[in-house]
Each structure stands twice: as structure tokens, then as C-alpha cells.
């Protein structure tokens, strides 16, 4: 009897995984390679693509190499990654570094877009509003500080598509990048003329867009010299990560939530008729007819991370003896530390925010500061604030009549029980918990499948899926956190114009540099 099996990759802001899986969703074999997001000036977020690129073919030929699987028995494969980051090409080569989705650079741009534009107009025609994840104003700073490399574009992808077209050879966007940049309409499905015509963009450099599971291309030759596939192993067009997230949790009726803690945060909310929201984003569900109001954050696991890299040395070096991640080590130093973390509050906005405040100038506060409060205050205001954010777009939903039924919390996060909890008490209701959630790649994976009829329905993806457990909020610390929210919401209404004055402070400061040069 021959054996069927699905690939999925997953191109993540600090590093892609390659996963293999049978069609229950066992992990045969599974390879992460860590890659780099560089941020050379503020509000900067950039990776390489080629690097993207040079783990992917190291992952698949390390899943080939660990589980022995005949690359002919893998029947599929899907890609998914960050969205909209932006890869311009000449020749099917990448002119410079992409340009992230939370690169936060072009504020300028954006307020020059919004009174070129009616904004209503535009709200109505792509579903969003235009901000510092749209692509719009990231093009018109390119041809403003890069016009050379503005005029040698000749297409226009994102991070899976790229993944694709070295796969392939064929160059093809997925209907969510599509949808996420900005510039394409969202009941018409198609380009909105206007918009690229503005922004000096020729149809022709945007490739042909498909659904998430339909089959765009085929693995080259040449990419199965390097990777050891088989040469014309069938790819889908693949999705954005945070859908392939919101499939393997099983989003699919109305009022299912997934939380994702990952570098950045989403929220991920199904619905079955289209609602738009300009403090929010909207993404087409992998499901036909199906969409997800989907709320990201610019940073909250990437906070964590850089916290615990730059302050936490000890207790890492410490918990590598113990054989445990310095996160491990610093959850248990934290939970017993009361709600606010003894009056901390910190606004997680290291790389301006995203919904729903859209404001790129915002930025990370911390606010309370005593000589009592140490590193481990620090570091469960960071899981607090990150909780708040969180928060802040369920009362969104649910000023808009959007009732949360069934809450997920999923992805390298999650992991932490501790943040789980946190979530729970913050939020108020039950918290279905996912500690070891098989994440994106294998959400592509199974895409793949349905692309390939490995599978008859999407329900078919409950195979994958397994509940850990169900965290049940604690009453007194859900009132004491909901002081805490009001606080944090206040905060930012204080300093929202302090912050457009630091911008302002940093610009003069460039020019000084610039003047003396």
C-alpha cells in the first residue's frame, strides 16, 4: 500500500521551519533554521529573502534525511509566512532586504496618502485603512529614498511567494497578501487601478493572484537538484501565517478566537458574513464564503524575547545547566507576583502598533518604575501588556456586536502556561490551550492536502489538533487586571502626541548628523 505525505514550510520573522507529515498530522521529521530580522534605523523592520530561501532547502533536505521518506510519496506542498512583507525582484532576484510587514519607516508616507485619498473610499474598496502594514506607503518611500531601486522593480511578492516561485520558477501571490497590501479589492478581488496608478505600479508587476489551496505551480528541476524533491511534486498557492494558524486551531465557525503569541501578536476572529473594520484587518478564511477579523500587534513575543536576550543573561546561563530555556526559568521566578506587577504597566509598542490603534509613532513604555521592582517585574508586565493588547481587541469585536464563543491560545507563546493564565484572567473566559500547537507549517501542510483531495472537508483537519487543557479565569485577579487595562488604555491616550513630538526630536537629531557629515 503506498504511503501519502505533505510538506509545509513556514517562513517565520526569526527563523523558517520545514515540516513532513502524514495525513493524521504525525510529524515525521521537522527542521527549523534560524534566520535574521535587522532593523538598521528606527521604526526599520527587513530580512533577507535569500536566506529565506537557503533554509528552506536545508530544512527539506534535513526532513529527507532524518525520515527516509521517498520524495515521491509527498503528494503536496504549501508555503506559508509573514504577510504583506514585501520582496521587490529584477530577474527574479531580490533588489534589496524585504520590507517587513511591522516596518514602521514610511509615517510620512502614510499622512501623505491620506490626503491624497478619501479614506472612506479606500476603506470601502480594500476593507482596511492605510497604515504602516499596508504597501502603499512603503512603495512611495522606496521611490523617494531608493528611486533607483524603485525603477528596477519588475515584481512584487511576499515571503511565501518567493519560497514558491525558487521552488518553481513561477511567480504567483496568495489571495490574503493579495488582500493585505492595500491595494486590492476586497469584494471585487482584483487590483484597484486608482491606488497603483497612484503609487506608479504597473499591473504587470503584480503576479497573478490565487486561493490559498489551488495548485499555482510545480517543483523545477533545478529546485529538485538542490532540495531532493521530486521534480513536478504539485505546490499551492499556500497562506499568510497567521490563517495557517487560525486552520490548525480549527477556526472555522462564527465566534471561534485564535490568540497567537508569536514574535508579533494575533488575534484571529471567524465570521461568516464579511465585516470590515477600520481599527482592523480582514483576510479571506481558507474556507470558501468564510472570513477572519484579524487584529495584529507590531510586537509581543519579539518584546520577550529581546528582554530576556538583553537583561536575563544569568538566569539563562542558569537555566541551560538545568536543561531549560531562560523563558522557563523566568516564568517560574515570575507567577506568584501579583496582578500589574506590584503597579507596573508597560505599552508594548516597540514597533509603533498596528490595530487597533494604527499609529507607527507609538512606542514601548514603561510606567511605574521604583527602586523596589526588579527584573522579573519587568519581564511579567511584558506578559501582561502583551495580554492587554489582547484584551483590547475583544472589547473592539465587541463594540462591533461580535461575540467571543471559543478562545485559542496557540504558537511559541503558548508554550508559557504562565502567559496562558495571564490571557485567561486578563481577558475573563475560558482559554482553550495549545502547548505544543504543530504551528504554521503543518497548517500549510494541510492546505497542501486539500489542494491535492489528500483530504474531502476542512473539518478533516480536527486529525491534527489536540486541546491540552482549559484555563478558567481567576474572579479577583480578572478585576484586579481590569483596572490595570483601564490604566493601560489611558496611558496611551496621554502620550499619544508626546510621541509624534519624539519623532519630531529624532528627525532634528538626524539632520544635525547629516549637517556635520
Known sequence: ?????????????????VS??????????????????????????????????????????????????????????????MVPAMVLLNQGVPLRPSIQQNDARAWKEIEWMKT?????????????????????????????HEPNTFSRIQAIVGSYDYVNYRLSGTLSLEANWALESGLYDIAKRDWIDELLKLLNIEREQLPQVYQPHEIVSYVSRHASQLTGLCEGTPIVAGC???????????????????????SAGDILFCVDTLDTDPRLFIDYHTIPGKYLINGCMATSGSIVTWFVN????????????????????????????????????????????????????????????????????????????????????????SEKGHKAKKIVVRNGGARSRLWARIAADIIGQDIYYISKHQGSALGAAFVAGMGVNCFSQWSDVQRFIHIDAVIS?????????????????????????????????????????????
Open 1 to 17: 500500500m503506498s504511503r501519502a505525505f505533505l510538506l509545509g514550510i513556514d517562513v517565520g520573522t526569526t527563523s523558517t521551519k
Open 20 to 81: 513532513l507529515c502524514d495525513l493524521d498530522g504525525k510529524v515525521i521529521a521537522e527542521v527549523s533554521e534560524e534566520q535574521h530580522l535587522e532593523s538598521r534605523h528606527s521604526g526599520w523592520s527587513e530580512e533577507d529573502p535569500n536566506q529565506w530561501w537557503e533554509n528552506a532547502v536545508r530544512g527539506i533536505q534535513r526532513n529527507l534525511a532524518v525520515s527516509k521518506v521517498d520524495p515521491s510519496e509527498i503528494k503536496g506542498i504549501g508555503v506559508t509566512g
Open 116 to 144: 491624497e485619498l478619501d479614506e472612506r473610499w479606500v476603506f470601502e474598496r480594500t476593507g482596511g485603512s492605510i497604515n504602516q502594514q499596508t504597501l502603499g506607503p512603503k512603495l512611495k518611500w522606496l521611490e523617494k
Open 240 to 262: 499568510a501565517d497567521h490563517v495557517a494558524s487560525a486552520v490548525m486551531a480549527d477556526i472555522r465557525e462564527e465566534g471561534d478566537v485564535l490568540i497567537k503569541l508569536g
Open 310 to 397: 538583553e537583561f536575563c543573561g544569568s538566569e539563562a546561563e542558569e537555566a541551560k545547566r538545568r536543561q531549560e530555556s531562560a523563558f522557563e526559568a523566568m516564568d517560574k521566578r515570575v507567577e506568584d507576583l501579583p496582578p500589574g506587577s506590584t503597579d507596573l504597566i508597560l505599552l508594548p509598542y516597540f514597533l509603533g502598533e498596528k490595530t487597533p490603534l494604527m499609529d507607527p509613532l507609538a512606542r514601548g513604555v514603561l510606567f511605574g518604575l521604583s527602586l523596589h521592582h526588579r527584573k522579573e517585574h519587568v519581564y511579567k508586565a511584558i506578559l501582561e501588556a502583551v495580554s492587554y493588547g489582547f484584551q483590547h481587541h475583544i472589547e473592539t469585536l
Open 473 to 517: 479565569p481567576d474572579p479577583q485577579r480578572h478585576v484586579q487586571y481590569a483596572k490595570c487595562f483601564d490604566l493601560y488604555k489611558a496611558l496611551y491616550l496621554d502620550l499619544k502626541n508626546r510621541f509624534v513630538q519624539l519623532e519630531s526630536l529624532r528627525n532634528s537629531q538626524v539632520s544635525q548628523k547629516l549637517s556635520f557629515s
